[in-house]
């Protein structure tokens, strides 16, 4: 398992889960099944989306820099 992206949160209702990230991974599969998914990657520009408010943007722009306490707009 690769290293999750840390500090995310949602720039407009500020939750700090349920997000679909855009990612590119190579997976064994044949005609009836897939098997072992592997090289799961991702990058500051991959896409990003909440699940609770269906705000999109990028990775880099749902990551909380060090330091930040700006809260979300409602």
């Known amino acids: 398992m690769p290293n999750l992206p840390k500090n995310i949160k949602c720039p407009n209702c500020a939750a700090k889960h349920l997000f679909k990230l855009e990612v590119s991974a190579s997976a064994e599969m044949s ?36 330091g930040s306490r700006k809260k979300g707009v409602n």
């Open 31 to 66: 005609e009836t099944q897939i098997g072992n998914i592997t090289d799961i990657k991702w990058a500051p520009e991959s896409p990003i989306i909440c699940k609770v408010c269906y705000q999109a943007g990028t990775l880099e722009e749902f990551t909380v820099k060090r």
